[in-house]
């Protein structure tokens, strides 16, 4: 066999190409090849509470700002006021997209604050950056978590996730910086759901990669949101944006959108989410759009998502306390009109009893409720 000539007889730019290969691969190796944690745990779900609400519910929009909305994310921050971020911009004009960020008060909702636009995001991570989308904030011990999707010029397939954490509940941020997901980047990358805590400290975040066949995956991280490790969430049909919820320390569901059937999809994990399989689930219909998920005080679970009707119907399911049995609860948005849009749930449930909603309304605001598991049994579905 003749032998290959040297490699600096070659052209300069196959050298290049040469050089650049190898250094991937070796970038690859060592990624993978890293120490594997500890096995981890999911935290143990509150035991369910005998304490009940009345029957209550109410509900109001947030405060407006810019022409669109969208995407909201809940959380409890450290000193128990919930808050609020989402997305908005002016009608068609990408490149003026914010996030927002509102706290509840005692005399209601603050003025929202801009924690991150484009221009910043694009300036921080280096990239061409077309537009922000479908933040996630999390508060966990005395870190507030904010998560969010930065997409290029390549759509679906070049959004990235970028990762931003406050000290001092949202007054400041650190710089954002991209979620490195693999050696090659974090492009296709897709989030809509919050993370599970785990019993080490750390947080398991759901996500979807959209690069080649949509699929979900599972980052585990350490409590400032280094990665860890991550798991692939495997299905036999293409299946995105998982929303998460431990059953106990070790069993975990995912529910994921399948657009092709326009019905929910299920994987589960029963060591801690190191590996998923899919499993049978109730043929609960999804037009392709985002869901919530969240263990109510009883024990049982509630969904929040849309119907077979499309967007312009929002609606709540109760499940029991293992996923297995579901029933609808309540509608809360129903609009005959075509071009109504109440969809990307957030749902909260906190532990003095009460549930909190929030969800995109019509693409022009973003309408919270408060509600008790007493007014959920109520419904007359």
Not at 51 to 75: N, V, Y
Not at 90 to 115: A, D, L, M, N, Y
Not at 153 to 172: C, E, M, R, W, Y
Not at 280 to 299: I, M, T
């Amino acid at each position: 066999m003749q032998a290959l000539p040297p490699i600096s007889s070659w052209a300069p730019g196959t050298q290049r190409w040469l050089v650049a290969l190898l250094f991937l691969m070796a970038l690859a190796a060592a990624f993978w090849r890293a120490p594997q944690p500890e096995p981890a745990a999911f935290l143990a779900p509150p035991a369910p509470s005998e304490k009940t609400l009345p029957p209550i519910q109410q509900a109001e929009m947030l405060p407006g700002m810019g022409e669109t909305a969208g995407t909201p994310s809940l959380t409890r921050l450290a000193d128990g006021r919930l808050a609020c971020a989402w997305r908005s911009s002016s009608e068609g004009k990408h490149e003026q997209t914010t996030i927002w960020f509102s706290t509840r008060e005692s005399t209601g909702w603050s003025e929202p604050r801009p924690i991150a636009n484009r221009e910043y995001t694009a300036g921080a991570i280096f990239a061409h950056i077309q537009r922000i989308d479908s933040p996630i904030i999390h508060q966990h011990g005395d870190l507030l978590h904010l998560w969010y999707a930065a997409t290029g010029v390549a759509g679906h397939a070049g959004q990235t996730i970028i990762h931003s954490l406050s000290n001092n509940g949202g007054l400041h941020w650190t710089t954002p910086a991209r979620l490195q997901t693999s050696p090659f980047g974090n492009n296709g990358m897709l989030l809509r759901a919050p993370p599970i805590p785990l019993d080490d400290g750390g947080l398991a975040l759901p996500l979807s990669q959209h690069l080649f066949s949509p699929h979900g995956e599972w980052l585990r991280l350490t409590a400032n949101g280094q990665i860890l490790e991550k798991a692939r969430m495997p299905h036999d049909v293409p299946s995105s944006h998982p929303a998460a919820l431990a059953l106990d320390t070790n069993r975990a569901i995912a529910l994921l959108q399948d657009g092709t059937a326009e019905r929910l999809r299920a994987v589960s994990s029963d060591n801690g989410g190191r590996s998923w399989q899919a499993i049978d689930f109730p043929a609960l219909p999804n037009p392709d759009s985002p869901v919530a998920l969240v263990r109510l005080p009883s024990g049982r679970l509630l969904l929040a998502g849309n119907t077979a009707a499309g967007r312009g119907n929002l609606a709540l399911w109760i499940g029991d306390a293992n996923a297995r049995e579901w029933r609808l609860a309540r509608t809360i948005e129903s609009a005959a009109d075509g071009a109504a849009d109440f969809s990307e749930p957030s749902l909260l449930a906190a532990p003095d009893g009460w549930i909190h909603l929030a969800y995109n309304w019509r693409r022009q605001g973003i309408r919270y409720m408060s509600f008790s598991e007493a007014w959920l049994d109520g419904g007359d579905q």
